[in-house]
């Protein structure tokens, strides 16, 4: 693992604590219609720290460690990228952003405001992907969770569990490219909840 890579995911272990700033919830599991259809659904807990998933879950442990870590390097892949620090928290409101430098330069991303996780109890692989969230009063997604590729789950944060689409847990590309204030926006409004995909290739590669 490179210098930056590590420092990358320094920055971003460093910063859960003021990322997961929401409070979980006890939420029953209830039947979710999505507007994906023809996909495989899996039942699916969204946590906000890998401690919310330890108590959930106190067989799966490592699993729940596993999860979160693998969030994480998502989160430091694939979360969208800005110029400023005001373009990012347009989106993301106020203290949700943060800095980063890289070899291929510096930007602001969001916090990685909570994770989700399928299969976690299953014999096979697990899935999870990082998620979050925006306290913009300009957002589109704001107090609902959306993906890093601007997937919107329905209801709002206090909604912890759900039958997701797979295509959720589906990779995602790197993101090589920052954008303006906007354009996650943008990307939001041009896909309806979960697994319509726009037209347009966003800002991956």
């Known amino acids: 693992m490179s210098h930056t890579q590590k420092r990358s995911k320094h920055i971003a272990l460093h910063s859960m604590r003021k990322a997961f700033s929401l409070k979980p919830l006890a939420v029953g ?7 994906a259809c023809g ?5 699916s807990k969204i946590y906000v720290s ?10 799966a442990v490592s699993q729940c460690q596993a999860a979160f870590e693998s969030a994480i390097e998502e989160h430091n892949r694939t979360a969208p990228r800005f110029n400023s620090q005001s373009d990012c928290e347009y989106e993301f409101g106020s203290e949700r952003c943060q800095y980063v ?19 976690l109890m299953q014999p096979s692989p697990y899935y999870s992907q990082p998620l979050y969230t925006s306290f913009s009063p300009y957002s589109p997604f704001r107090s609902r969770w959306v993906t890093s590729n601007g997937y919107v789950f329905d209801g709002d944060i206090r909604r912890r569990s759900y039958y997701a689409p797979s295509s959720v847990y ?25 697994g319509s995909s726009s037209k347009s290739s966003g800002w991956g590669g």
């Open 170 to 194: 589906k990779p995602k590309p790197t993101v090589n490219r920052t954008i303006n204030r906007g354009g996650f926006g943008s990307t939001v409004r041009a896909k309806s909840s979960w």
């Open 29 to 35: 599991i209830a039947t979710v219609f999505l507007s």
């Open 50 to 59: 890998v401690d919310d998933c330890k108590q959930d879950n106190p067989d």
């Open 39 to 43: 996909e495989d659904r899996d039942a």
């Open 101 to 119: 430098q890289s070899q291929s330069g510096s930007f602001f991303m969001p916090f990685m405001a909570g994770f989700i996780v399928s299969r």
